[in-house]
Nanobody
Framework: QVQLVESGGGLVQAGGSLRLSCAAS????????MAWYRQAPGKQRELVAH???????NYADSVKGRFTISRDNAKKTVHLQMNDLKPEDTAVYYC?????????????????WGQGTQVTVSS
C-alpha cells in the first residue's frame, strides 16, 4: 500500500501565497509521475500541475506563471508553490502519484490519492 498525505492548505486573501506539500510512504520501489489536482464545489476534479520522475512539468493554463510544482525524489515528496492566488483557485487540492510498490505478491503498480487539503482564497 502507498499512502499520500497533504499539508499546507488554508485561508488566504487574494494575491497571497500558499505552499502545499505531499509526502508518500509505504513500500515504494519507484514513483513515476506526481501531480496536483483540485476540485471546486460543483465542478469536476481538474489537473493543476504534473511532474514526471525526469522533471518534465505541465501546468493547467489557468495557473501558468503563478504556481510552481517541484519534487524531491529522495524524500518522496511533491510541493506546489501557489502565488498570486485568486478566488477562483478555491478548491480542495489533491496529491496524486503513480509508480511501483513492493506488495504481498511482489512488485505491483499503484496510483494513489491523498485525502485532500482545502485552499480558500478570499476576495
Amino acid at each position: 500500500q502507498v499512502q499520500l498525505v497533504e499539508s499546507g492548505g488554508g485561508l488566504v486573501q487574494a494575491g497571497g501565497s500558499l505552499r502545499l506539500s505531499c509526502a508518500a510512504s509505504g513500500s515504494i520501489v519507484r514513483i513515476n509521475a506526481m501531480a496536483w489536482y483540485r476540485q471546486a464545489p460543483g465542478k469536476q476534479r481538474e489537473l493543476v500541475a504534473h511532474i514526471t520522475s525526469g522533471g518534465t512539468i505541465n501546468y493547467a493554463d489557468s495557473v501558468k506563471g503563478r504556481f510552481t510544482i517541484s519534487r524531491d525524489n529522495a524524500k518522496k515528496t511533491v510541493h506546489l508553490q501557489m502565488n498570486d492566488l485568486k478566488p477562483e483557485d478555491t478548491a480542495v487540492y489533491y496529491c496524486n502519484a503513480d509508480g511501483i510498490f513492493s506488495g504481498t505478491y511482489g512488485y505491483t503498480t499503484f496510483n494513489s490519492w491523498g485525502q485532500g487539503t482545502q485552499v480558500t482564497v478570499s476576495s
